[in-house]
């Protein structure tokens, strides 16, 4: 598959989890009035189940012939690099609200640019392989 469209499915998935994760960050602050970094932690561990099931069968899917990456394996190496780009996301999320005192909201859309950038690094060269 050609790099640009491997980026064009990533970036229509992630615009889907992106969807996902704003509402359920809405849903959460707005509704049941919880707290903007519980509202994170949820919106995101949601839109992961998502993404790993596209990401494995139509943005990085293996070869027929390449089948030594096990779905074990798979799920582990998703779950680190969740990890790392929520970790970077989560630590861009802070300072902009709690030392930049940005919008919750605005500061949560622009985090999820930070998280795709990680993400997508980190399943290209190392879950998906």
Known sequence: ???????????????????????????MMHIRKEDYMLANVTAYVVSQIHNFIWCK????????ENKKNTVWHQMLFFAGA???????????????????????????FLGLFIYGAVNFSCNKFLTFR
Request: charged share 15%; net charge positive; proline share 2%.
């Open 1 to 27: 598959m050609k790099e640009r469209v491997r980026i064009l499915r990533f970036t229509i998935i992630g615009t889907l989890n992106a969807l996902i994760a704003a509402f359920v960050v809405w849903l």
């Open 57 to 64: 069968y139509w943005i990085f899917p293996l070869d027929k």
């Open 82 to 108: 969740f990890a790392l780009a929520y970790s970077a996301q989560f630590v861009f999320l802070l300072v902009l609200v709690e030392l930049l005192h940005c919008n919750e909201y605005l500061a949560q």
